[in-house]
């Protein structure tokens, strides 16, 4: 299912673009976007991945770095089955995690300091275990393709308006203005509606498989306690600049602004937690 979920998503977006292109450009303008739209998910499937940790400046562990956390994730990828995911530090004091990769064979799960900091092992087991249901679910390809690519959209819709209204040629060729002003608004607006699609259910998804490779879902349910307290911690400067991987989180990491709540990619935690606590009895 979420295999064809990603070809649906990359078929969307890459409808999107060229869309965009012909109303703005004509024909050139639909050859253009057809020709980025290709680069684009090739770029996204192979490398989105390496760049979601990059803008974040997740660090690799080695064998001798942070044993607890090795062996929590050591012991969770034996009880999914999965191959041992490398593991990744963010230097950051607000309490969040992902995982990514294009598929088990080359996934990663990232932390951030504040997080280990915050939790107990237990909790930080619970959090874990949810990030490893990600990669068994393949939820991690097509999370890391639709950051990648609804952060393009804004840029490349934004590019081409600028090309409509002061490009060369005829009236034809380039466009009208008013097309060009709507859609540098709307384009943002549907990627990110197709993102908060795929992003709200794959997360109860994620919950509910991790509380069963851990065997405890209060352990999950505890972190997501102290990070629904700890609101005021959870934003930070990395995220707000790319606010297109804030559904890679296992909270938004957006949450301080309002608008953010209007618009969240993730479910309410209050209702997750009172899920898991289900799960518990």
């Not at 619970?126 to 952060?151: F, K, P, Q």
């Not at 393009?152 to 934004?158: E, K, P, T, V, Y």
């Not at 990491?253 to 209007?262: D, H, N, Y």
Request: hydrophobic fraction near 50%.
């Amino acid at each position: 299912m979420n295999t064809m979920k990603t070809y649906l998503l990359m078929a969307g977006l890459t409808a999107l673009l060229v869309i965009i292109g012909g109303l703005l450009g004509s024909s050139a303008g639909l050859i253009i976007g057809l020709g980025l739209a290709i680069i684009m998910n090739i770029g996204a499937y192979w490398y989105s991945d390496k760049l979601v940790l990059r803008i974040y400046g997740a660090k690799a562990i080695d064998s001798h770095q942070h044993s607890q956390l090795r062996q929590i994730v050591t012991q969770l990828a034996h009880e999914a089955k999965l191959p041992m995911p490398k593991i990744y530090i963010i230097d950051s004091k607000a309490p969040n995690a992902f995982a990514t990769g294009r598929n088990p064979e080359h996934a990663a799960v990232a932390v951030t300091t504040g997080l280990m900091a915050m939790l107990t092992r237990d909790e930080l087991t619970g959090v874990l275990a949810h990030e490893m249901s990600h990669i068994l679910h393949r939820d991690t390809l097509i999370s890391a393709i639709s950051a990648t690519m609804a952060g393009a959209i804004s840029g490349i819709a934004n590019l081409f308006m600028w090309l409509s209204l002061f490009g060369g040629g005829s009236d034809d060729e380039r466009g009208h203005p008013i097309i060009a002003i709507l859609l540098m608004i709307l384009a943002p607006i549907a990627a990110m509606l197709i993102q908060m699609a795929i992003s709200r259910s794959r997360e109860y998804a994620a919950d509910a498989t991790g509380a069963k490779l851990c065997h405890h879902p209060l352990w999950l349910a505890s972190a997501l306690e102290k990070l629904e307290a700890n609101k005021s911690r959870l934003q930070f400067d990395t995220a707000e600049k790319h606010p297109a991987t804030a559904h890679l989180f296992i909270v938004n990491p957006l949450r301080g602004a309002k608008m953010a709540e209007m618009f969240s990619t993730h479910p309410v935690t209050a209702e997750r937690i009172r899920r898991l606590r289900e799960m518990a009895h």
